[in-house]
Each structure stands twice: as C-alpha cells, then as structure tokens.
C-alpha cells in the first residue's frame, strides 16, 4: 500500500510494521484491559512510529522499537492524565464545574449558564480563569516530565 506524499521510506515502514499490528495490539490491550483504548494506543504508536521512522535505524530491532514506542505512549499519557486529573481536584469548586462542563460535557456557554444559574459572562471569565489556573499548575510539572523523557529516551538507546 502506498501513502500520498510520504515517499519510497513509507513503503519499507509498511513492510517492517504492519506484520506486527496483532501483537502490539494485543500487548496494548493487556496494558489497558479495554478495547477502545488499546485501539487508541496502537493508531498513537504507529502514527509516532511513521513520524520518527527516519530515525529508526535499519538493523537494529524494529519489533522492540515499535513496542517501546507503545509503551512509552501508554505511560506517559497515563501520567499526564493523572497530572491533570490532580490539578483538576485542586481547583475550587467554581472553576472546576466550569472546567467539567465544558470540556468533559461538552455543554455550550449558554447551557453551563443556565445549569449554573449564572450569566454568561461569568462562564466565560471563570472559564478563562480556570483554564490559566490549570496551566499555571501544570506547566512545571509537564517541563519536569518533559526532562524526565528526554533523559529517558536518551538513557534507552541502547536497547
């Protein structure tokens, strides 16, 4: 199979990868213990694998490279939610409502207004707020985990 405008290295990453959908995504679905997100998990992994193939060198273990790339998907997404999820439950409780409706319900300004018994330029300013609040939190920590993998990226290598 060929993909528009990725060129000739597409081809040899088909060859090397896809043989191996059944195994990563049964490896996935072992980590998670849920379908939907280990079918996430595998998309994630060969998306991530197609973009750094160029730096895959040819030779060495594709197999433990694209599992590494899994595993490494799953765990730092797991860490990053539960980062949030932290930084969520620190909140006060009138921005975290905000922040749930809008972003987990999905409810609109008007419909967070109503349920809130609030205008809808409090939504709005508290929403803002809430999201500044989230980010002012969160930036060290992600930086610090940023650090973290590239350190580890560095340190694996070799494997």
Known sequence: MWMSGLGPQSDSFEELAMPLFDQLYNFAHWLTQNREEAEDLVQETYAKALR???????????????????????????????????????????FREIILLCEVEEMSYQEIAETLSIPIGTVMSRLSRARKTLRDRLRPQLQAGSATAAIAKGTNRGL
């Open 52 to 94: 750094g193939f160029s730096s895959f060198q040819l030779g060495t273990n594709f197999r433990a490279w694209m599992y590494r790339i899994l595993r490494n998907t799953i765990l730092f997404e797991r860490a990053n939610r539960e980062l949030l999820q932290s930084a969520i439950g620190e909140l006060p409780v009138y």
